[in-house]
């Protein structure tokens, strides 16, 4: 809609060229951080292209995340692959599960949709975990690699590239419009000639095809695969956090999140090991209450204001 | 002259549980004519008008649009077939501004236009409601009037081959209900077709070509205005009902 968005992709150029040299200087720790928040970044931005205009909170993330992970375990473990070949698989496997929960979801929306994502997410985990632990044995998932964090870090940092431009793109073309008229009102948009249905799969798939790429290469980091972490639920709301704390509504909102976040987040896991949790939902709260529409919303808002105080 | 039905509507019947709703209503709206359908509170018109739009099923009956059946379709497929509607307690996008909320009828709609086409179509039309200085303005900042005027501005620039528009008088004051009346006969001056749901007696008289009476849900009578306001079963239909 807006013609000027070639400073934002120019800005945005500029961070990524910038980004890539964060290896030379941060190492261990500081790499360590910066892999995982442009992990998070890839996710959260990626979550925002669906649940940012929609305003359907998915928590499914952390199950197409899990098929990413746990597809590189299984097909490197048990079947001596390549890292490359699950890296392309799983994100078609993880669309497509993405597809079916979107067509299954069509009809519910607020807070049902988020418990039935929520659910089913659940429900993957602990289905792929018993299969494991009942049919495919002992064997450990490995995942061996020559990959170091900043191999990881460059490839995430490509991916959120990537999702960064198609966001781009999506925001000047007719589905972005009609997934912003749906997030404003469902009727209206079917009555001005919207393919709800279609608009919300198509974004709700591509958010799934991300994550689960976004987890296969991760998982190289963890050398050892337990499909009961990798399909991890809190990641689905670490992601949500991270998102509306920055702002959905933005494009750049939840990487204004994550950044501060992670680094938040790494010293709670460190101070308060077994409290962080009770962290996470204080977070949740505090996010709900004081910045609705997070930081990028708070600070439009207060820029808002001081026009109108001006005029 | 009598020109071929654009819109048809046959024996069509919509049930909500045990209520009847719509009772077997059937008529006939023509090219570039102006049909109103009035009836007291209650009567069925909204529900007529969302089952011509697809927001509802009927539970019988036909609808159809220059022949094409449009009962069987879902409400985005209707819109795209030339039927644009605007809603009784009007609907607008609160997180779009006034142009993004005209430019969603213009980007989806009957005819689709898209990036600088349907930017000035959509200033056009809101130039044609009497509009265009808001067009940045936040639809929050609109007085009543004008968020009625920029739905009818989204429905005009989807350039649907039938307009529904339901009470879109209502809740006016006698100016805005002046202006309102005008905006109204000048569609007509242009020779859209048009199904218009009003309470307001007097623009029924300035604005439609035929009328049709709905009393609990079934059609009791069709005419012209002068006709069917004198007509005695809608009198007794009205009956406590203030007539001007
Ligand atoms: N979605 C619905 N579910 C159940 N009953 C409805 C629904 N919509 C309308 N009705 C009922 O149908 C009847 C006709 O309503 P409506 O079409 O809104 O009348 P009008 O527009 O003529 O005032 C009323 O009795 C109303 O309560
Ligand atoms: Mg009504």
Same mark, same amino acid.
């Given at each position: 809609?807006?013609?000027?968005?070639?400073?934002?992709?120019?800005?945005?150029?500029?961070?990524?060229?910038?980004?890539?040299?964060?290896?030379?200087?941060?190492?261990?720790?500081?790499?360590?951080?910066?892999?995982?928040?442009?992990?998070?970044?890839?996710?959260?931005?990626?979550? =925002?292209?669906?649940?940012?205009?929609?305003?359907?909170?998915?928590?499914?993330?952390?199950?197409?995340?899990?098929?990413?992970?746990?597809?590189?375990?299984? &097909?490197?473990?048990?079947?001596?692959?390549?890292?490359?070949?699950?890296?392309?698989?799983?994100?078609?496997?993880?669309?497509?599960?993405?597809?079916?929960?979107?067509?299954?979801?069509?009809?519910?929306?607020?807070?049902?949709?988020?418990?039935?994502?929520?659910?089913?997410?659940?429900?993957?985990?602990?289905?792929?975990?018993?299969?494991?632990?009942?049919?495919?044995?002992? @064997?450990?998932?490995?995942?061996?690699?020559?990959? !170091?964090?900043?191999?990881?870090?460059? &490839?995430?940092?490509?991916?959120?590239?990537?999702?960064?431009?198609?966001?781009?793109?999506?925001?000047?073309?007719?589905?972005? +419009?009609?997934?912003?008229?749906?997030?404003?009102?469902?009727? /209206? =948009?079917?009555?001005?000639?919207?393919?709800?249905?279609?608009?919300?799969?198509?974004?709700?798939?591509?958010?799934?095809?991300?994550?689960?790429?976004?987890?296969?290469?991760?998982?190289?980091?963890?050398?050892?695969?337990?499909?009961?972490?990798?399909?991890?639920?809190?990641?689905?709301?670490?992601?949500?956090? &991270?998102?509306?704390?920055?702002?959905?509504?933005?494009?750049?909102?939840?990487?204004?999140?994550?950044?501060?976040?992670?680094?938040?987040?790494?010293?709670?896991?460190?101070?308060?090991?077994?409290?962080?949790?009770?962290?996470?939902?204080?977070?949740?709260?505090?996010?709900?209450?004081?910045?609705?529409?997070?930081?990028?919303?708070?600070?439009?808002?207060?820029?808002? !204001?001081?026009?109108?105080?001006?005029? | 002259?009598?020109?071929?039905?654009?819109?048809?509507?046959?024996? /069509?019947?919509? !049930?909500?549980?045990?209520?009847?709703?719509?009772?077997?209503?059937?008529?006939?709206?023509?090219?570039?004519?102006?049909?109103?359908?009035?009836?007291?509170?209650?009567?069925?018109?909204?529900? &007529?008008?969302?089952?011509?739009?697809?927001?509802?099923?009927?539970?019988?009956?036909?609808?159809?649009?220059?022949? @094409?059946?449009?009962?069987?379709?879902?409400?985005?497929?209707?819109?795209?077939?030339?039927?644009?509607?605007?809603?009784?307690?009007?609907?607008?996008?609160?997180?779009?501004?006034?142009? #993004?909320?005209?430019? =969603?009828?213009?980007? +989806?709609?009957?005819?689709?236009?898209?990036?600088?086409?349907?930017?000035?179509?959509?200033?056009?039309?809101?130039?044609?409601?009497?509009? #265009?200085?808001?067009?940045?303005?936040?639809?929050?900042?609109?007085?009543?009037?004008?968020?009625?005027?920029?739905?009818?501005?989204?429905?005009?620039?989807?350039?649907?081959?039938?307009?529904?528009?339901?009470?879109?008088?209502?809740?006016?004051?006698?100016?805005?209900?002046?202006?309102?009346?005008?905006?109204?006969? =000048?569609?007509?001056?242009?020779?859209?077709?048009? /199904?218009?749901?009003?309470?307001?007696?007097?623009?029924?008289?300035?604005?439609?070509? !035929?009328?049709?009476?709905?009393?609990?849900?079934?059609?009791?009578?069709?005419?012209?205005?002068?006709?069917?306001?004198?007509?005695?079963?809608?009198?007794?239909?009205?009956?406590?009902?203030?007539?001007?």
């Amino acid at each position: 809609m807006k013609p000027s968005g070639w400073l934002e992709l120019l800005i945005a150029a500029a961070l990524v060229v910038l980004a890539a040299f964060v290896p030379m200087f941060a190492n261990g720790y500081w790499l360590s951080i910066a892999v995982t928040g442009m992990m998070y970044i890839a996710l959260s931005t990626s979550w =925002a292209l669906f649940s940012g205009p929609t305003h359907y909170i998915s928590l499914a993330t952390g199950a197409f995340f899990g098929v990413g992970g746990y597809m590189v375990g299984t &097909m490197m473990s048990d079947y001596q692959l390549s890292f490359w070949v699950p890296l392309i698989v799983a994100p078609l496997v993880a669309a497509a599960l993405a597809l079916l929960i979107g067509i299954a979801t069509l009809r519910l929306s607020g807070v049902y949709f988020v418990i039935f994502t929520l659910g089913l997410a659940e429900m993957i985990r602990n289905l792929i975990s018993w299969i494991q632990n009942n049919f495919l044995g002992s @064997r450990g998932l490995y995942v061996l690699t020559d990959f !170091r964090d900043h191999h990881l870090y460059w &490839m995430l940092l490509g991916v959120a590239g990537v999702i960064y431009l198609l966001g781009w793109i999506v925001n000047r073309s007719r589905i972005g +419009f009609a997934l912003r008229i749906i997030g404003n009102d469902e009727t /209206v =948009a079917r009555h001005v000639g919207i393919n709800t249905a279609t608009a919300k799969v198509i974004m709700f798939t591509t958010t799934g095809f991300f994550a689960a790429l976004v987890g296969a290469i991760i998982a190289p980091r963890w050398s050892y695969i337990e499909p009961n972490q990798v399909f991890s639920p809190q990641l689905s709301f670490l992601v949500v956090i &991270m998102a509306l704390l920055g702002g959905a509504g933005r494009l750049w909102g939840p990487l204004v999140g994550v950044i501060p976040f992670t680094i938040i987040w790494e010293w709670v896991g460190v101070q308060f090991p077994n409290q962080s949790t009770l962290f996470l939902g204080l977070a949740f709260l505090l996010i709900v209450y004081v910045l609705p529409n997070g930081v990028v919303g708070r600070i439009e808002q207060l820029r808002d !204001r001081i026009g109108e105080g001006r005029s | 002259m009598k020109h071929r039905p654009v819109l048809q509507v046959q024996g /069509v019947t919509k !049930r909500f549980g045990g209520l009847v709703a719509v009772n077997d209503m059937s008529f006939d709206v023509a090219n570039h004519e102006m049909v109103g359908v009035i009836g007291p509170n209650g009567s069925g018109k909204t529900t &007529m008008m969302n089952m011509i739009s697809g927001a509802f099923k009927p539970t019988a009956g036909r609808i159809s649009l220059k022949g @094409r059946r449009l009962s069987d379709m879902p409400a985005q497929k209707i819109a795209r077939e030339g039927v644009g509607r605007t809603f009784q307690l009007v609907r607008l996008l609160p997180g779009l501004n006034v142009l #993004e909320n005209v430019m =969603a009828g213009a980007v +989806f709609g009957h005819r689709r236009r898209w990036g600088r086409e349907a930017e000035d179509f959509a200033l056009e039309m809101l130039d044609r409601v009497g509009l #265009e200085v808001v067009a940045a303005a936040p639809v929050s900042a609109l007085t009543y009037i004008d968020q009625k005027r920029v739905e009818l501005a989204r429905v005009l620039a989807g350039e649907p081959e039938v307009l529904l528009l339901d009470e879109w008088l209502a809740g006016l004051n006698p100016t805005e209900l002046e202006t309102g009346i005008e905006l109204i006969h =000048a569609l007509r001056d242009e020779g859209r077709t048009v /199904v218009l749901v009003e309470h307001v007696m007097d623009a029924i008289r300035a604005l439609c070509d !035929r009328c049709v009476v709905m009393s609990a849900g079934r059609k009791i009578a069709e005419g012209s205005p002068d006709d069917v306001l004198s007509d005695r079963e809608v009198i007794r239909a009205y009956l406590g009902d203030d007539d001007d």
